[in-house]
């Protein structure tokens, strides 16, 4: 009996791919306490949100720089930001995926985890 074969990247959901590639992101590069949000049923404006932490200014600025590159390069097209220029919060629009990269001090000011995902403690991916 023949199975099927895998699916490649091109036939898997695209909000799945592009929710990978952008935590492999965030991994990749340290950034800290990244928190996934599960957006479903909240709003209509993305399905997941990754809230995370990068140690300055700088590596808030790498961290979304590759980000955006790694998003681009994969086929998920030029994502939308806003806050590159002083990174202490930086926003990534990817369509279906919604990536918030402050500064620890910016985190804690906004609090988006309990604005967003205060009844889904389960969210946290690390």
């Known amino acids: ?6 699916l490649s990247g091109a036939d898997a959901p695209l909000d799945e791919d592009l929710r990978a590639v952008a935590l492999a992101c965030l991994e990749d590069m340290k950034a800290e306490n990244t928190v996934e949000i599960d957006l479903a049923g909240k709003t209509s404006i993305a399905d997941t949100m990754f809230v995370t932490s990068g140690r300055s200014d700088r590596h808030v600025g790498a961290i979304a720089d590759r980000v955006i ?3 681009k390069e994969k086929g998920f097209g ?3 930001v806003e806050g590159m220029p002083a990174c202490d919060w930086v926003l990534i629009d990817a369509g279906d995926v919604l990536i918030h990269i402050f500064r620890p001090e910016v985190r804690g000011f906004y609090n988006l ?8 403690p389960q969210d946290h991916v690390s």
């Open 1 to 6: 009996m023949n199975s099927p074969p895998p």
């Open 69 to 71: 590159k790694e998003l």
């Open 78 to 80: 030029t994502a939308r």
């Open 113 to 120: 985890e309990k604005m967003w995902g205060a009844d889904r």
